[in-house]
């Protein structure tokens, strides 16, 4: 599925980023009286910038209180003769 329509992994957290710093803007209707309406640029509004960074917080992992181990090994028990059946 390498397609230059689908956004990788990369763009999506640049995207993120720039919203979450109020780089980026969106385009709004502006009632100009009785001569209709025009599309303006706006900043992104601050409950858009949160979003951005819960999600980035979350591809990061910062809400995270669970830690995540993979551990491998052998258990060798001390004086394990001493240990009954």
């Known amino acids: 599925l390498d397609s230059e329509k689908i956004a990788d992994q990369q763009e999506v957290l640049s995207y993120l980023t720039s919203v979450m710093r109020g780089e980026t803007q969106e385009q709004t209707l502006i009632s100009i009286g009785e001569l ?8 992104v509004g601050a409950k858009d910038r949160i979003k951005a960074a819960e999600l980035l917080g979350k591809r990061h992992r910062l809400w995270t209180d669970k830690v995540e181990a993979d551990v491998s090994g052998t258990v060798v028990f001390a004086n394990e003769s001493d240990i009954p059946d």
Do not use: P, R
Request: glycine letters at 12%.
């Open 36 to 43: 209709g309406q025009t599309i303006t640029d706006i900043d």
